[in-house]
């Protein structure tokens, strides 16, 4: 039941750390790319919410 427990918490802790990677590259791409206003449209008013990595 550990081990159950144990694997499931793993990848649950993956899958948020792959969604914390992947609006980063988003958040890159779009700074790259010179789309602030996307930027500001689409993230502004979560950015409370998002990692210091990502801001």
Do not use: P, W
Not at 28 to 52: F, R, V
Request: glycine share 2%; net charge neutral.
């Amino acid at each position: 039941m550990r081990k159950i427990l144990l694997t499931l918490t793993i990848c649950l802790l993956s899958l948020f750390n792959y969604a914390q990677v992947s609006l980063t590259s988003e958040l890159e791409k779009a700074y790259g790319e010179e789309k602030y206003d996307l930027i500001i449209s689409e993230h502004s008013e979560k950015a409370s919410k998002y990692t210091a990595k990502a801001i």
